[in-house]
């Protein structure tokens, strides 16, 4: 069949972060391009995820900034905070946006397809629009970036629980709420709440929240997050929502114990939006999570058909979503041979205070390469020093002490992700530690720690609390071959 037979070159479903630059950089080198979304323009990511999480994260902390200027100088009237005003001006922002990415789609000459798709074989795809009208594309490639979606507690009572989804569009602030989780989502909204006045208690089943974080970097958080009144309950579960009547929620624990709040908020892990995509169908395999296995250039089991983003279940990170749009496109169209590098990909955690971390924590870099030499500080920063604030900074290198090439960078601080961003680049290029020490800082600055650390930890005498196996787990990517694969 020619491909002048099909009606497209490259259809993708799915029009968030990944599936937007796909679409756009495969236009960009001539394809014929079309994108179906069922939901607003840009996905997860510019709608109820990373955009306005920041954005309500900036908010919240407005409250350590006013109470900081009293050390200043500043006299100010004490400050109140209106949650409608926030969630409107939110709103009208990610409106903004999504104007954006449609106009970057059109601009390519991309032709957006409204509705839900269905794949319905190698080459065909069904859009049904909210109307009930179905129509039929072909496609010679097929691209899956439908995303993932938050995890819905399966308990008595869990019609009463929030999603992160739900979080952007609640008409009130609570006074009261319970959050339940111990992955970045739960840590984030946890800040963010407390910052906006709420009282706040986060539950985790697990011994300590953020799994696969350098453990130095999670029990710092944890200790932070207690200054700020945070009521952190670990090796606990939600077992139970009662509605008592006057929006007042009682949330029973696995211990027996109970806690009234405004609000319950499941933060519990996200899932692939796989379900009703014609993945049987069209004989695309998939784990037992629903994810999609593709090989290192992101094909499926079917030999047109690709998928990238939190759909495959790598890194779900939009940047990482974005990349893996671009190999796929330039694969398809732009005559390269792009695969998929997960080394040193740089993560953020906008808790109070944030993570900024890229590379090996001393779990992972104990369990690949043996013996390894770290580099940790604590400090009060400057600005803090001038008000009533006890927070503290951490910085960690992870270094190996074979070869001395650094491995990992870890903070927890003011402007951690910003930080970090930089000695990404650092890593990428393979730097050791004495190129780090050979760097000079610039003063006075938190991120200076970074190449003047020469005292190094003394050897752990204890258990790391990570099993050997557990560690490599967590950095373990798997791919597949199909048949007739070269890769």
């Not at 606990?236 to 509605?243: F, G, M, P």
């Not at 037992?288 to 983003?309: D, E, L, M, Q």
């Not at 496109?329 to 740089?346: I, K, T």
């Amino acid at each position: 069949m020619s491909d002048a037979a099909f009606d497209f070159d490259l259809f993708v479903i799915g029009a968030g972060s990944g599936g937007v630059r796909a679409s756009r950089m495969a236009a960009a080198y001539g394809a014929r391009v079309g994108v179906c979304e069922s939901a607003a323009l840009g996905g997860t990511c510019v709608n109820v995820g990373c955009v306005p999480k920041k954005l309500m994260v900036y908010g919240a902390h407005f409250h350590d900034e006013w109470r900081d200027a009293t050390g200043f100088g500043w006299r100010v009237d004490p400050p109140t905070f209106d949650w409608a005003t926030l969630i409107a001006n939110k709103d009208r922002e990610i409106a903004r946006l999504n104007g954006i990415y449609e106009r970057l789609l059109v601009d390519r000459g991309v032709r957006i397809v409204r509705g839900h798709g269905v794949i319905e074989g190698p080459n065909r795809v069904t859009v049904t629009s909210e109307a009930g009208e179905r129509t039929t594309f072909t496609a010679k490639n097929i691209l899956i970036a439908v995303g993932g979606k938050p995890s819905r507690p399966q308990i008595p009572g869990g019609e009463h629980v929030l999603v992160s989804d739900d979080v952007f569009h609640l008409a009130a602030m609570p006074r009261r709420i319970l959050i339940v989780g111990g992955g970045y989502i739960a840590v984030e909204f946890a800040g963010v709440f407390a910052g906006f006045g709420s009282i706040v208690t986060q539950i985790h089943r697990g011994p300590l929240f953020l799994r696969g974080f350098d453990r130095d970097v999670r029990v710092h958080l944890e200790q932070e997050m207690r200054k700020r009144g945070i009521d952190l309950r670990f090796r606990r579960s939600l077992a139970r929502v009662e509605e008592l009547g006057g929006g007042v929620l009682q949330a029973h624990l696995d211990d027996g114990s109970t806690i009234e709040v405004d609000a319950v908020l499941a933060a519990i892990g996200r899932e692939p939006r796989t379900s009703g995509l014609g993945l049987e169908t069209a004989g695309i395999e998939a784990d037992k999570k629903g994810a999609i296995r593709v090989n290192r250039r992101f094909r499926t089991s079917v030999p047109s058909i690709y998928a990238i983003g939190d759909v495959i279940d790598r890194i779900q990170l939009t940047p990482v979503a974005l990349s893996e749009g671009m190999i796929v496109a330039g694969n398809l169209f732009g005559g390269q041979r792009g695969a998929a590098d997960y080394d040193n990909v740089p993560s953020a955690v906008f808790s109070s205070p944030p993570i900024g971390s890229v590379g090996l924590t001393e779990e992972q870099a104990r369990a690949e390469v043996g013996a390894v030499d770290c580099y940790m500080s604590t400090f009060r920063s400057l600005k803090l020093t001038m008000t009533d604030r006890t927070e503290r900074t951490l910085m960690k290198l992870v270094v190996d002490r074979a070869s001395q090439r650094v491995l990992g960078v870890h903070m927890v601080g003011a402007d951690a992700g910003e930080i970090v961003q930089g000695f990404a680049v650092a890593l990428k290029c393979g730097a050791t530690k004495a190129q780090f020490d050979a760097t000079i800082g610039i003063h006075p600055t938190s991120a200076e720690e970074f190449v003047t650390m020469r005292e190094r930890c003394p050897e752990p005498d204890h258990d790391l609390h990570v099993a050997h196996e557990e560690a490599v787990r967590d950095r373990r990517v798997v791919y597949h071959r199909w048949q007739g694969d070269d890769d």
